[in-house]
């Protein structure tokens, strides 16, 4: 994961045969046999002759990797989402470079992503705000046709009818997914170059955090991850009001927490210090005229007494 031994030609041209043998497996019953790799690597036959190799044994850093030969870089792997991993190391790197602690650099890169992608959240959140004041009209089409089955032609005049509204009003019923959607693959491409990083191995940052490769021991990242997840929950605006959605959705932060709480805690720091930015993003985004024209166009009046 974090090491690797691997033999480099010092010089002249070297040839490799592999092949794939079946042995008997350990602690199994006789006979069973299981399928082993074997590689051998000699000089070609064209030129045939010793062959002198170097031997690296060492950390997979990319600094260490570099300086002995660059073709070694490639034992970092950083998975299917390479193309972005690896450049965000380099980012989160260079931020290292100012703030000697890779705990305060993995907040700041997040705080710059989180900055960069705001116009996009801002779209979501506009998005939201529009399905958000049209539901009485969605609710209205919604009723007239249910009770038509699924399967029922005329469901497809409610669709039609459902189009013709977010036509008027100027809505993409995408529109407050696909910035959320263009976000994930930045969140895979985190989790493979925090889980890959010897950098952040044994690495500290505050308190009780010794090494952000490892988990929490005391569970407390995750747990504020839960609470801010929360909390943003309530601050989001919900274009569905469905009350059982909406407690489904109260249990999301919750699901998140445990599914978190084993992860790295330099994962989960990054995790968390998003939440916490978002919120605060949505604070603002919640003060715009636009927010609070559409907060009002969907308040129900209070019934007089």
């Known amino acids: 994961h974090y090491f690797a031994a691997a ?3 010092a010089d002249g041209p070297v040839s490799a045969w592999n092949w794939r043998t079946e042995r008997q497996a350990p602690d199994e019953k006789a006979g069973t046999t299981e399928p082993v790799a074997e590689v051998a690597v000699g000089a070609p036959e064209s ?24 073709q070694l870089l490639a034992l970092v792997n950083y998975g ?15 931020i290292h470079d100012y703030v000697p602690n890779w705990g305060w650099a993995i907040v700041l890169l997040t ?38 089955g699924m ?16 036509k008027r009003e100027g809505i993409n ?3 407050s997914c696909l910035p959320m959607l263009m976000q994930m693959p930045i969140w895979f491409a985190l989790y493979e170059m925090l889980e890959v990083a010897i950098e952040l191995r044994h690495a500290p940052w505050i308190f009780w955090i010794h090494d952000l490769s490892t988990r929490d021991p ?42 978190f709480y084993n992860f790295p805690s330099g994962l989960v720091l990054y995790y968390l210090t998003s939440n916490l930015v978002s919120m605060g993003q949505q604070l603002f985004f919640n003060h715009t005229e636009a927010a609070q024209e559409a907060a009002r166009s969907v308040e129900v009046p209070k019934k007089k007494n």
């Not at 031997?55 to 600094?63: A, E, I, Q």
């Not at 959240?121 to 038509?148: F, G, L, T």
């Open 7 to 9: 033999f480099l030609p």
């Open 111 to 148: 705080v710059l992503l989180n900055t960069l992608l705001f116009p996009l959240k801002m779209s979501s959140w506009r998005s939201m705000q529009k399905m958000q004041k049209v539901m009485p009209e969605r609710k209205a089409i919604q009723a007239r046709y249910k009770k038509y």
């Open 173 to 175: 019923p995408l529109g």
């Open 218 to 259: 005391y569970y407390v990242i995750p747990i504020l991850l839960m609470a801010a997840g929360y909390f943003m929950q309530k601050m989001t605006p919900q274009p569905n009001q469905d009350p059982n959605q909406a407690r489904m959705m109260m249990f999301m932060p919750l699901i998140f927490g445990f599914m």
């Open 151 to 166: 399967r029922d032609p005329r469901r497809q005049k409610m669709n039609e009818e459902m189009m013709e509204l977010y």
């Open 80 to 94: 299917i989402m390479g193309v972005i991993a690896e450049p965000l190391f380099y980012v989160l790197r260079y």
């Open 47 to 70: 030129t045939p002759g010793p062959v002198a190799l170097k031997l690296f044994v060492g950390p997979k850093s990319l600094n260490v990797l570099g300086a002995v030969n660059p």
